[in-house]
């Protein structure tokens, strides 16, 4: 049996007696909607968002497009970037409307590799955005890499501290194979749900609780890997340390594709390892958005959150 088989059967007997863990809508509309509101913002606002277009009967795709463009950035106002996210949805709904009369199951009804390019081709539209879309709207056979799934993947020595996302992504196709009985493509769906509970309730960004977590025999025999990361457990296992990768270059600020706000984030940031509570003054911006950007800008690997309320660049 292969690691991240063991890991999902380890997190099922762990979870299967607790209550189950919200995720996405079951409607696929409201998860394309959700997948581009949820960027740089979270669930919980993200949710309201919802809730409200939804009562206005505007969880359409006709009538978003209908919709003034003022109008509807107002309605979105409260998740941030409400100028770029109200074109990405006008962008959508043009390609749903024209193309597919608005049929969300014709739309993935296609090959795999087709409808990622059609939906990667709307501009704003990442990796992870479409990933999310393919996955919870159309049930296709795609795992979305989260930085949750990067953090427990690489402190279990799964992967490497400089794999990249399309590498995990690989991986995990072919060690959870999607089509494999009782699950189908929903064994993605569960297996990422588990993953993002585990994050939230042991794997955290710094001081994991090692300890108490339900994988961990599963560790290295140094305990947990990675860069500032260190087990706070009585049970924590000994060996010399994990050797750090030398520094890579980073990427010029010039050929990275950031709005306004993340630009200046970074190159407050620069060179240097800072505490958010600096980069929040530096920065002259709410410190929730501060906080929201430095979480998106982690997600695409620009930067790093460490121990102490520190940020620096990857």
Known sequence: MSILRTIFDFLREHYERQPPQAWWPEDPLEVVVGAVLVQGATWRSVDKVLADLRDRNLLDFARLRELDAAELETLIRSVGFQTKKA???????????????????????????????????????????????????????IYMVDAYTVRLLQRHGIVGLTA?????????????????????????????????????????????????????????????????????????????PTPTPPPQPHTPIEELELDDRERRIVEIIGDRTMPIDELITASELPAHLVRATIAMLEMRRVVQQAEGNMVRRR
């Open 164 to 240: 990249k996302e399309s590498d995990i992504q690989q991986l995990i196709h072919k060690e959870l194979t999607p089509d494999e009985e009782p699950y189908g493509t929903k064994l993605f769906c569960d297996f990422q749900a588990l993953v993002v509970r585990l994050g939230r309730d042991f794997c955290y960004k710094s001081q994991p609780a090692c300890d108490a977590c339900p994988l961990y025999e599963l560790l290295p025999p140094g305990g947990a890997l990675g860069i500032g990361i260190r087990p706070t457990s009585s049970k924590t296992r000994i060996s010399p």
């Open 87 to 141: 074109r990405r949805l006008k962008d959508l709904a043009d390609l749903f409307l024209d193309r597919f009369d608005g049929n969300l199951e014709r739309f993935f009804a296609r090959d795999v590799n087709t409808v990622r390019k059609e939906l990667l081709s709307i501009s704003g539209i990442g990796s992870g955005t479409a990933d999310n879309i393919m996955l919870y709207a159309g049930k296709l056979p």
